[in-house]
């Protein structure tokens, strides 16, 4: 199917999309179908492709985004901070903006947005600190984000030039009020990036993701791996000289990545993990993005490149058997 058939028949189903959306209008009950069908016809004309970026608390999600944009953008530190959902769209001129659900738009520097809208320690305290006072530090913090629907960066990104957007969220199971605002952005995702660790492979609750929210939606064929932080390994070694004991750990990185994950990438029979499961060092690739003399070898070891291009790959070849 050539690019003209493709947007033709974008067309005529989104103009399915919009008359069933009609005739559920007058149906009681059934508003969150009908806006999604709306929502989805929407997509369809305005040519989005929506690749969601998840994963649990220190995976390295923003870090994976900032590499990609080569600059630091958005924010990255060693507690939970992502606490909105941020778009990051194609656009000539950088710009960044807050979208408040009352349609107010606050445009900020990426700075600014960093010290407004990321997690403060107090947000995540209440972890550490169980106690009868939980509920109202909750409602205290779906106050402070609760009144916000999205913030959305432009950036001359290549890989979003043709309608593609990269999506952050929040950590998966870090709080339950802002793990909802990525379950409800799921049902929008085209694509799912999952960011996983290098020193702990695909645990049961990431797996439990998969298994129970990702295969009911029919996401699991269009999910993609990085096991982020694959640079660490080596260093967890006794002695990361020696060439036995690198081969054993190596090995047997390979040997859970076979049982882990390999079988999470078998769609219709095909064996998908070439291309699926990429091993990457994201806070090398930034480091070298924002080098004033960046080193296209080290940059290379990152693995960074080699991700950006399967994107690419899936949405030239795969995106309209994927929508």
């Keep these: 199917m050539n690019l003209h058939e493709i947007k033709q028949n974008a067309e005529q189903t989104a103009d399915v999309w919009d008359r069933l959306a009609g005739l559920l209008a007058a149906e009681p009950g059934l508003d969150n ?7 989805r016809a929407r997509k369809l004309r305005d040519n989005r492709f929506t690749i969601l970026v998840v994963g649990e608390f220190k995976r390295g999600k923003s ?12 924010p990255q530190k060693a507690a939970p901070c992502t606490a909105i959902v941020t778009l ?54 779906l106050d402070r984000f609760g009144n916000i629907k999205e913030a959305v ?17 929040p950590c998966l199971g ?33 797996l439990r993701f998969i298994t129970n929210t990702l295969e009911p939606l029919g996401k699991r064929h269009n999910l993609f ?16 000289n020696d060439p ?8 047997e990185q390979g040997k859970l990545i076979d049982a882990r994950l390999k079988p999470l ?40 490149p080699a991700f950006e291009d399967a994107p690419v790959n899936f949405l030239s070849k795969e995106r309209h058997r994927a929508r």
């Design 33 to 39: 179908l009908r806006q999604r069908l709306t929502e």
């Design 88 to 141: 990051i769209r194609y656009g000539d001129t950088p710009s960044l903006k807050v979208i408040f659900e009352d349609g107010k738009i606050d445009t900020l520097t990426p700075e600014q947005f960093m010290q407004k809208y990321e997690l403060k320690v107090d947000d995540t305290a209440w972890q550490c600190d169980r106690n009868d006072n939980n509920d109202e530090l909750e409602k205290q913090i």
């Design 63 to 74: 870090t994976v985004l900032n590499a990609m944009l080569g600059q630091r953008v958005l």
């Design 153 to 169: 960066i432009s950036y001359p990104l290549a890989l979003c030039r043709d309608g593609v957007e990269l999506v952050d969220s």
């Design 174 to 206: 870090e709080h339950p009020a802002r793990e909802r605002r990525v379950l409800d952005f799921l049902t929008k995702a085209d694509a799912i990036v999952m960011v996983l660790s290098a020193t702990q492979l695909l645990n049961q609750r990431e």
């Design 265 to 304: 990438c078998r769609v219709d029979g095909n064996d998908l993990s070439a291309k699926r499961i990429f091993r990457i060092n994201a806070l090398g690739a930034l480091q070298q993005r924002l080098a004033s003399t960046p080193n296209a070898a080290k940059l290379r070891e990152t693995n960074v």
């Design 244 to 251: 036995e004991e690198v081969r054993r750990e190596f090995a």
């Design 225 to 240: 791996f990085l096991i982020n932080r694959w640079n660490q390994i080596l260093e967890g070694l006794v002695d990361p």
